[in-house]
Each structure stands twice: as structure tokens, then as C-alpha cells.
């Protein structure tokens, strides 16, 4: 009699669906499935680490090519004039 009976994961069953109810039980079993996945990349990453770099294949560095920015001097800065509000 030392584990559970089929009984008694009815009951728990049962109670879990009452004090949560139908909708949020996917919902919650969803998030955990995704914890635990997250979890166990982050297990399998930390124990990576340990190994030496020429074992795991590194990822290319990428960098970002940005647009070349022309400095605005004075002179080439457009003028635009001010204006006074309209009060009527």
C-alpha cells in the first residue's frame, strides 16, 4: 500500500479541477512544459560551458552594418522660419 492508487489520482484530479478550473489547467500545464524546456537548455548550456571552445562550434560574429551619417555643419543646415502663433 505504499503508492498511489488510481483512486487517489482521480481525487487529486478531481480537487485540481475544482480549484482551478477546466480553462486554466491547459493553460498552467502549458507554462510549465515550457519552464521545464527552458530549464533544461539552460542545465545543457551551463554543463557546455565547462568544455573547451574548440569542442563547441561557435557561432559567426556578426556585425551590424550601420548607414554612414554625414555631419550637418551650419552652413549646410537648412533654415527654416520661425513663426508666430495665430491668435485670433
Same mark, same amino acid.
Given at each position: 500500500?505504499?503508492? %498511489? =492508487?488510481?483512486?487517489?489520482? @482521480? @481525487? /487529486?484530479?478531481? +480537487? *485540481?479541477?475544482? %480549484? $482551478?478550473?477546466?480553462?486554466?489547467?491547459?493553460?498552467?500545464?502549458?507554462? %510549465?512544459?515550457?519552464? %521545464?524546456?527552458? $530549464?533544461?537548455?539552460? /542545465?545543457?548550456?551551463?554543463?557546455?560551458?565547462? !568544455?573547451?571552445?574548440? &569542442?563547441?562550434? &561557435?557561432?559567426?560574429? +556578426? !556585425?551590424? =552594418? *550601420?548607414?554612414?551619417?554625414?555631419? +550637418? !555643419? &551650419?552652413?549646410? &543646415?537648412?533654415?527654416?522660419? =520661425?513663426?508666430?502663433?495665430? !491668435?485670433?
Amino acid at each position: 500500500m505504499g503508492g %498511489l =492508487q488510481p483512486t487517489h489520482w @482521480i @481525487i /487529486v484530479a478531481v +480537487v *485540481l479541477v475544482i %480549484l $482551478f478550473g477546466s480553462k486554466k489547467l491547459p493553460d498552467a500545464a502549458r507554462g %510549465l512544459g515550457r519552464s %521545464l524546456r527552458i $530549464f533544461k537548455s539552460e /542545465v545543457k548550456e551551463m554543463q557546455n560551458d565547462g !568544455t573547451p571552445a574548440a &569542442a563547441a562550434p &561557435a557561432a559567426p560574429a +556578426v !556585425t551590424p =552594418q *550601420l548607414p554612414a551619417v554625414t555631419p +550637418v !555643419t &551650419a552652413e549646410a &543646415a537648412p533654415v527654416t522660419p =520661425q513663426t508666430e502663433p495665430r !491668435t485670433s
